[in-house]
């Protein structure tokens, strides 16, 4: 692997974590991976999956806090 590829994966790895505050990729996480060089598809992608699995993960503990 080539070190552009790993530091591609860490900013993808970087934008997947981000991505799971609320809004915040949106607004600032998909626009500083796009200008850092990253694939604008799949910045998008990981952003957008960071930010559904936090959605996920409230949805599924708070269920089980309420029962």
Do not use: D, H, K
């Amino acid at each position: 692997m080539t070190s552009e590829g790993l530091v591609e994966q860490l900013g993808l790895l970087g934008v997947f974590i981000a991505g799971a505050t609320p809004w915040l990729e949106a607004i600032t996480v998909i626009p500083v991976g796009i200008l850092f060089g990253l694939n604008p598809t799949l910045t998008f992608l990981f952003a957008i999956a960071g930010n559904v699995l936090t959605v996920v993960l409230f949805a599924y503990l708070s269920s089980r806090i309420l029962t």
